[in-house]
């Protein structure tokens, strides 16, 4: 079982919907959990950074993690086309200060006006 | 806002050849990552960096790879003699030291062809 999940996509949603995203993990030990946004040809920006398990909230992102079900989730809301790109989750441990993360495969999204 | 800066943004190298791959991170921060991506593949983490040793590695960063601070503001990534498979995106990131609840923050990245 891969250590973390997420479904490649591609998913295209009109102009204003609601967008969902999501992953699953395997490794119990996982504290931190991150969702970046990738824009072609450019390095992954942080969306969201989260440690607990519920909700956390900024501006039209919601993260949304569930520790029990070992799943973690991304909504978008009044989406852009702006928001066109690729969302990585990212999750880790940290010892001793020092954080790896492992990400998902990422999920190519397309706003459509 | 500060940011984490990557050069070149394209190198094109020679098989077996070296190639060193340059970063200046965020100016406060103290830990140092670098991160690969192979074209169409997952974001892969290859090393840690803190206090000018290497705090944690993966099974991708062999003994053809290193990692240096030269200065007090670049952070390199040297591969020894490339190889064609080692054609990816290579990202820098860096993270502050002040408590564990702070997140990386990687630059635009290199993107290394090898051929």
């Known amino acids: 079982q891969k250590e973390v999940e997420q479904d490649p996509g591609p998913l295209s949603v009109p102009e204003g919907a609601i967008v969902s995203l999501n992953c699953t993990y395997s490794?119990?030990?996982?504290?931190?959990f991150m969702w970046y946004r990738q824009y072609s040809r450019k390095g992954p920006e942080l969306l969201m950074y989260t440690y607990s398990s519920g909700n956390k909230e900024d501006g039209r992102f919601t993260a949304q993690v569930d520790k029990s079900s070992k799943y973690i989730s991304l909504f978008i809301r009044d989406s852009q086309p702006s928001d066109s790109a690729t969302y990585l989750c990212?999750?880790?441990?940290?010892?001793?200060?020092?954080?790896?993360?492992?990400f998902g495969q990422g999920t190519r999204l397309t706003i459509n006006p | 806002e500060p940011e984490v800066t990557q050069t070149p943004s394209h190198q094109v190298t020679q098989m077996g050849q070296e190639v060193i791959l340059r970063c200046v991170p965020i100016?406060?921060?103290?830990?140092f990552y670098w991160y690969r991506q192979i074209l169409g593949q997952k974001v892969e983490f290859l090393v840690s960096?803190?206090?000018?040793?290497?705090?944690?590695k993966s099974e991708i960063f062999d003994d053809q790879f290193s990692v240096e601070r030269p200065d007090g503001s670049n952070f390199t990534l040297k591969i020894r003699s490339t190889k064609l498979e080692d054609s990816a995106m290579y990202f820098c990131?860096?993270?502050?030291?002040?408590?564990?609840?702070?997140?990386?923050?990687f630059g635009d990245g290199t993107r290394l062809s090898i051929l």
């Open positions: 990131a860096s993270r502050p030291w002040t408590g564990v609840n702070q997140p990386q923050h």
């Open positions: 990212a999750m880790s441990v940290i010892i001793q200060g020092a954080q790896k993360l492992v």
């Open positions: 490794n119990s030990a996982f504290q931190y």
């Open positions: 960096f803190y206090n000018n040793e290497i705090s944690e």
């Open positions: 100016s406060n921060h103290l830990y």
